[in-house]
Protein backbone atom coordinates (compact mmCIF):
# COMPACT_ATOMS: atom_id res chain seq x y z
CA UNK A 1 0.00 0.00 0.00
CA UNK A 2 1.47 3.56 -0.45
CA UNK A 3 1.51 5.95 2.00
CA UNK A 4 -1.02 8.04 1.10
CA UNK A 5 -2.92 11.27 3.26
CA UNK A 6 -5.62 10.33 5.37
CA UNK A 7 -6.11 13.77 6.09
CA UNK A 8 -7.40 16.28 3.46
CA UNK A 9 -3.99 17.92 0.98
CA UNK A 10 -6.08 21.06 1.53
CA UNK A 11 -3.50 24.14 2.33
CA UNK A 12 -6.68 25.95 3.46
CA UNK A 13 -7.81 23.35 5.72
CA UNK A 14 -6.14 23.34 9.32
CA UNK A 15 -5.65 20.67 11.56
CA UNK A 16 -7.35 22.23 14.18
CA UNK A 17 -10.98 22.27 12.40
CA UNK A 18 -12.86 18.94 12.85
CA UNK A 19 -12.21 16.73 9.72
CA UNK A 20 -14.73 17.06 7.09
CA UNK A 21 -17.20 14.11 6.63
CA UNK A 22 -15.65 10.73 6.24
CA UNK A 23 -12.28 11.65 6.62
CA UNK A 24 -10.53 10.77 10.40
CA UNK A 25 -7.99 13.07 11.93
CA UNK A 26 -4.24 11.66 12.31
CA UNK A 27 -5.28 10.39 16.40
CA UNK A 28 -8.32 8.69 15.25
CA UNK A 29 -7.20 6.93 11.86
CA UNK A 30 -4.25 5.73 14.04
CA UNK A 31 -6.39 4.41 16.69
CA UNK A 32 -8.75 2.82 14.27
CA UNK A 33 -5.93 1.51 12.22
CA UNK A 34 -4.95 -0.59 15.67
CA UNK A 35 -8.48 -2.06 16.47
CA UNK A 36 -9.75 -2.88 13.08
CA UNK A 37 -8.92 -3.89 9.08
CA UNK A 38 -9.70 -1.11 6.65
CA UNK A 39 -10.96 -1.22 3.19
CA UNK A 40 -8.55 -0.25 0.22
CA UNK A 41 -8.56 -0.42 -3.04
CA UNK A 42 -5.49 -0.74 -5.55
CA UNK A 43 -5.67 0.33 -8.65
CA UNK A 44 -2.98 -0.95 -11.87
CA UNK A 45 -3.34 1.94 -14.73
CA UNK A 46 -3.26 0.45 -18.14
CA UNK A 47 -3.39 1.04 -21.66
CA UNK A 48 -4.78 -0.90 -23.85
CA UNK A 49 -4.39 -1.33 -27.85
CA UNK A 50 -7.49 -1.31 -30.15
CA UNK A 51 -8.19 -4.81 -28.78
CA UNK A 52 -8.40 -4.51 -25.76
CA UNK A 53 -4.74 -6.03 -24.84
CA UNK A 54 -2.57 -4.70 -21.84
CA UNK A 55 0.23 -2.82 -23.47
CA UNK A 56 1.42 -0.61 -21.23
CA UNK A 57 1.39 -0.47 -16.81
CA UNK A 58 1.66 3.25 -15.32
CA UNK A 59 3.62 2.87 -12.29
CA UNK A 60 4.24 5.94 -10.15
CA UNK A 61 7.55 6.69 -8.95
CA UNK A 62 7.86 7.68 -5.04
CA UNK A 63 9.93 8.41 -1.92
CA UNK A 64 9.05 6.01 0.70
CA UNK A 65 9.18 7.00 4.49
CA UNK A 66 12.38 5.81 5.13
CA UNK A 67 13.56 7.83 2.32
CA UNK A 68 13.74 5.16 -0.29
CA UNK A 69 12.76 5.61 -3.86
CA UNK A 70 9.71 3.00 -4.89
CA UNK A 71 7.36 1.93 -7.86
CA UNK A 72 4.10 2.29 -6.02
CA UNK A 73 0.31 1.25 -7.70
CA UNK A 74 -2.18 3.76 -7.09
CA UNK A 75 -3.78 3.39 -4.02
CA UNK A 76 -5.89 4.59 -1.10
CA UNK A 77 -8.51 4.05 1.42
CA UNK A 78 -12.05 3.55 1.16
CA UNK A 79 -14.22 6.56 2.75
CA UNK A 80 -16.56 6.22 5.14
CA UNK A 81 -20.30 5.86 2.76
CA UNK A 82 -18.31 6.05 -0.54
CA UNK A 83 -18.71 3.36 -3.41
CA UNK A 84 -16.12 1.26 -4.85
CA UNK A 85 -16.19 2.90 -8.24
CA UNK A 86 -16.10 6.25 -6.35
CA UNK A 87 -12.95 5.39 -4.14
CA UNK A 88 -11.19 4.24 -7.25
CA UNK A 89 -12.21 7.24 -9.77
CA UNK A 90 -11.14 9.45 -6.59
CA UNK A 91 -7.80 7.94 -6.15
CA UNK A 92 -7.00 7.50 -9.98
CA UNK A 93 -7.55 10.90 -10.50
CA UNK A 94 -5.41 11.97 -6.73
CA UNK A 95 -2.52 9.91 -8.46
CA UNK A 96 -2.65 10.54 -12.05
CA UNK A 97 -4.24 13.92 -12.45
CA UNK A 98 -7.88 14.88 -13.16
CA UNK A 99 -8.16 14.30 -16.95
CA UNK A 100 -6.56 10.16 -16.73
CA UNK A 101 -9.66 9.27 -17.93
CA UNK A 102 -10.35 6.08 -16.49
CA UNK A 103 -12.22 3.45 -17.64
CA UNK A 104 -13.77 2.01 -14.38
CA UNK A 105 -17.04 -0.14 -15.41
CA UNK A 106 -20.30 0.92 -13.69
CA UNK A 107 -20.03 -2.26 -11.48
CA UNK A 108 -16.27 -2.85 -10.79
CA UNK A 109 -14.98 -6.61 -10.06
CA UNK A 110 -12.26 -6.94 -8.39
CA UNK A 111 -8.94 -9.32 -9.89
CA UNK A 112 -8.04 -10.21 -6.28
CA UNK A 113 -8.51 -9.50 -2.62
CA UNK A 114 -4.91 -8.65 -1.21
CA UNK A 115 -4.98 -8.53 2.59
CA UNK A 116 -2.01 -6.72 4.19
CA UNK A 117 -1.02 -7.48 7.45
CA UNK A 118 1.66 -5.39 9.80
CA UNK A 119 3.22 -8.53 10.41
CA UNK A 120 5.42 -9.56 7.87
CA UNK A 121 5.17 -12.99 6.61
CA UNK A 122 1.57 -14.11 7.10
CA UNK A 123 0.58 -13.28 3.15
CA UNK A 124 2.94 -11.68 0.24
CA UNK A 125 1.15 -8.07 1.29
CA UNK A 126 2.72 -6.11 4.42
CA UNK A 127 1.88 -2.69 5.90
CA UNK A 128 3.75 -2.04 8.93
CA UNK A 129 1.20 0.64 9.94
CA UNK A 130 -2.28 -1.76 9.90
CA UNK A 131 -4.21 -4.73 8.83
CA UNK A 132 -6.12 -3.82 5.64
CA UNK A 133 -8.10 -5.49 2.88
CA UNK A 134 -7.73 -3.86 -0.46
CA UNK A 135 -9.73 -5.02 -3.14
CA UNK A 136 -7.55 -4.77 -6.55
CA UNK A 137 -8.26 -3.49 -9.85
CA UNK A 138 -6.80 -3.63 -13.38
CA UNK A 139 -8.00 -0.02 -14.66
CA UNK A 140 -7.47 0.67 -18.40
CA UNK A 141 -7.08 4.80 -18.69
CA UNK A 142 -6.65 6.68 -21.74
CA UNK A 143 -5.97 10.20 -20.77
CA UNK A 144 -2.98 13.00 -20.26
CA UNK A 145 -1.58 10.88 -17.07
CA UNK A 146 0.48 13.04 -14.73
CA UNK A 147 1.96 12.01 -11.52
CA UNK A 148 0.10 14.35 -8.48
CA UNK A 149 0.97 14.41 -4.98
CA UNK A 150 3.73 12.63 -3.36
CA UNK A 151 4.27 11.06 -6.54
CA UNK A 152 7.43 12.23 -8.37
CA UNK A 153 6.86 10.64 -11.67
CA UNK A 154 4.86 8.25 -13.77
CA UNK A 155 6.65 6.10 -15.70
CA UNK A 156 4.22 3.31 -18.79
CA UNK A 157 6.06 0.40 -18.65
CA UNK A 158 5.51 -2.49 -21.22
CA UNK A 159 3.89 -5.84 -18.76
CA UNK A 160 7.22 -7.66 -19.47
CA UNK A 161 9.56 -4.36 -17.90
CA UNK A 162 6.81 -3.97 -15.08
CA UNK A 163 7.22 -7.60 -14.17
CA UNK A 164 11.10 -7.77 -14.62
CA UNK A 165 13.32 -8.69 -11.23
CA UNK A 166 14.35 -5.15 -11.34
CA UNK A 167 11.09 -3.45 -11.37
CA UNK A 168 10.29 -5.81 -8.76
CA UNK A 169 12.36 -5.15 -6.37
CA UNK A 170 11.54 -1.37 -6.37
CA UNK A 171 8.19 -2.31 -5.12
CA UNK A 172 7.37 -2.46 -1.67
CA UNK A 173 4.68 -4.35 0.61
CA UNK A 174 4.00 -6.88 -1.81
CA UNK A 175 2.65 -4.63 -4.69
CA UNK A 176 5.17 -6.66 -6.93
CA UNK A 177 3.47 -9.48 -6.20
CA UNK A 178 0.35 -7.71 -6.84
CA UNK A 179 1.24 -6.46 -10.17
CA UNK A 180 2.34 -9.75 -11.15
CA UNK A 181 -1.37 -11.04 -10.18
CA UNK A 182 -2.61 -8.49 -11.88
CA UNK A 183 -0.82 -9.40 -15.57
CA UNK A 184 -2.00 -12.93 -15.04
CA UNK A 185 -5.37 -11.88 -14.83
CA UNK A 186 -4.95 -9.98 -18.58
CA UNK A 187 -3.18 -12.73 -20.03
CA UNK A 188 0.39 -10.77 -19.88
CA UNK A 189 2.66 -12.41 -17.42
CA UNK A 190 5.78 -13.25 -19.42
Given amino acids: MTDTADFPPDDNYSRDEPAPAGWLS ?36 RVSTDGLMTRALVSGRVMYHERIRDALLRHIEKDLGPVA ?13 AEYFPTPGITAYHDPRQHAVSLAYVV ?30 EMRGGQGVLLRQAMAFVGRLP
Fill in 140 to 169: PVSGDCRPQQNALDLAWLTPEQACSDEVQS
Fill in 101 to 113: LPHVPASPQPFTV
Fill in 26 to 61: PEEIAATRSRVPLVYVDAIPVRVDDSGDVVAVGLLL
